[in-house]
Protein backbone atom coordinates (compact mmCIF):
# COMPACT_ATOMS: atom_id res chain seq x y z
CA UNK A 1 0.00 0.00 0.00
CA UNK A 2 1.28 3.32 -1.17
CA UNK A 3 0.14 6.57 1.28
CA UNK A 4 -0.34 9.45 -0.43
CA UNK A 5 -0.61 13.13 1.38
CA UNK A 6 -1.84 16.17 -0.63
CA UNK A 7 -1.83 19.71 -0.15
CA UNK A 8 -3.16 22.92 -2.30
CA UNK A 9 -6.44 23.26 -3.33
CA UNK A 10 -8.40 26.39 -1.98
CA UNK A 11 -10.69 28.77 -3.39
CA UNK A 12 -9.99 31.24 -6.55
CA UNK A 13 -12.31 33.31 -9.07
CA UNK A 14 -12.84 32.20 -12.68
CA UNK A 15 -10.06 32.38 -14.83
CA UNK A 16 -7.42 31.81 -11.91
CA UNK A 17 -4.88 29.22 -11.15
CA UNK A 18 -4.11 26.34 -8.40
CA UNK A 19 -1.96 24.19 -7.54
CA UNK A 20 -1.98 20.43 -6.06
CA UNK A 21 0.85 18.51 -4.97
CA UNK A 22 0.60 15.14 -3.44
CA UNK A 23 3.43 13.02 -1.72
CA UNK A 24 3.63 9.05 -2.44
CA UNK A 25 5.12 7.05 0.57
CA UNK A 26 5.94 4.02 -1.69
CA UNK A 27 6.66 2.55 -5.29
CA UNK A 28 4.35 3.54 -8.15
CA UNK A 29 3.57 2.27 -11.33
CA UNK A 30 1.67 5.21 -12.33
CA UNK A 31 -0.47 8.59 -10.47
CA UNK A 32 -2.95 10.34 -11.75
CA UNK A 33 -5.64 12.71 -9.99
CA UNK A 34 -9.13 12.42 -9.73
CA UNK A 35 -12.55 14.62 -8.95
CA UNK A 36 -15.44 14.72 -7.45
CA UNK A 37 -18.46 16.38 -6.49
CA UNK A 38 -21.16 15.60 -4.55
CA UNK A 39 -23.77 13.22 -6.18
CA UNK A 40 -21.79 12.34 -8.90
CA UNK A 41 -19.50 9.82 -9.64
CA UNK A 42 -15.52 10.50 -9.15
CA UNK A 43 -13.93 11.42 -12.74
CA UNK A 44 -10.77 10.83 -14.09
CA UNK A 45 -8.46 14.28 -14.41
CA UNK A 46 -5.44 13.31 -15.96
CA UNK A 47 -2.01 10.70 -14.72
CA UNK A 48 1.23 10.21 -15.31
CA UNK A 49 3.25 7.01 -15.95
CA UNK A 50 6.33 6.94 -13.50
CA UNK A 51 8.68 5.69 -15.82
CA UNK A 52 8.23 7.09 -18.80
CA UNK A 53 6.91 10.50 -17.98
CA UNK A 54 3.82 9.42 -20.27
CA UNK A 55 0.10 11.88 -19.53
CA UNK A 56 -3.07 11.12 -20.29
CA UNK A 57 -6.18 13.86 -19.75
CA UNK A 58 -9.50 14.17 -19.45
CA UNK A 59 -11.02 15.93 -22.31
CA UNK A 60 -12.55 18.64 -19.89
CA UNK A 61 -8.76 19.74 -18.98
CA UNK A 62 -7.11 19.51 -21.76
CA UNK A 63 -4.85 22.43 -22.70
CA UNK A 64 -5.38 24.03 -19.06
CA UNK A 65 -4.40 21.00 -16.76
CA UNK A 66 -0.57 20.10 -16.19
CA UNK A 67 0.35 17.19 -14.46
CA UNK A 68 3.69 16.39 -13.27
CA UNK A 69 6.06 14.26 -11.20
CA UNK A 70 9.26 15.03 -9.67
CA UNK A 71 10.73 11.83 -9.40
CA UNK A 72 13.35 12.72 -7.02
CA UNK A 73 11.11 13.41 -4.35
CA UNK A 74 7.86 11.54 -5.80
CA UNK A 75 6.03 13.99 -5.48
CA UNK A 76 2.73 14.68 -8.36
CA UNK A 77 1.59 17.92 -8.84
CA UNK A 78 -1.36 19.21 -11.18
CA UNK A 79 -0.68 22.65 -12.34
CA UNK A 80 -4.71 23.82 -12.64
CA UNK A 81 -5.07 27.63 -14.98
CA UNK A 82 -7.73 29.20 -16.75
CA UNK A 83 -9.93 27.52 -14.26
CA UNK A 84 -13.94 27.28 -14.76
CA UNK A 85 -16.60 27.08 -12.30
CA UNK A 86 -17.26 23.50 -13.22
CA UNK A 87 -13.53 22.32 -11.88
CA UNK A 88 -14.98 22.68 -8.36
CA UNK A 89 -14.71 19.81 -6.51
CA UNK A 90 -12.84 17.50 -4.31
CA UNK A 91 -9.89 16.26 -6.02
CA UNK A 92 -7.92 13.33 -5.02
CA UNK A 93 -4.93 11.89 -5.48
CA UNK A 94 -4.28 8.42 -6.90
CA UNK A 95 -1.87 5.89 -7.06
CA UNK A 96 -1.51 2.35 -9.19
CA UNK A 97 1.55 -0.03 -8.44
CA UNK A 98 0.91 -2.31 -11.26
CA UNK A 99 1.18 -1.82 -14.97
CA UNK A 100 -2.00 -3.72 -16.03
CA UNK A 101 -4.23 -0.62 -13.97
CA UNK A 102 -2.29 1.56 -15.48
CA UNK A 103 -3.33 0.48 -18.99
CA UNK A 104 -6.95 2.20 -19.07
CA UNK A 105 -7.91 5.57 -19.26
CA UNK A 106 -8.39 6.87 -16.59
CA UNK A 107 -6.08 4.62 -14.16
CA UNK A 108 -7.20 2.12 -12.24
CA UNK A 109 -5.39 2.80 -8.47
CA UNK A 110 -4.79 0.47 -5.82
CA UNK A 111 -4.63 3.57 -3.69
CA UNK A 112 -6.03 7.27 -2.68
CA UNK A 113 -5.09 10.85 -1.12
CA UNK A 114 -7.41 11.95 1.48
CA UNK A 115 -9.23 14.79 -0.75
CA UNK A 116 -8.06 18.36 -0.85
CA UNK A 117 -11.23 21.28 -2.64
CA UNK A 118 -10.96 23.36 -4.79
CA UNK A 119 -13.42 26.25 -5.49
CA UNK A 120 -14.14 28.41 -8.34
CA UNK A 121 -16.29 31.08 -8.02
CA UNK A 122 -18.12 33.19 -11.30
Known amino acids: QVRLVESGGGSVQTGGSLRLSCVAF?????MGWFRQVPGKKREGVAS????????DYADSVKGRFTISRDSATGTLYLQMDSLKPEDSATYYC??????????????????WGQGTQVTVSS
Open 94 to 111: AAAHYTWRCESSPISPND
Open 26 to 30: GATEC
Open 48 to 55: IRTGSGMT
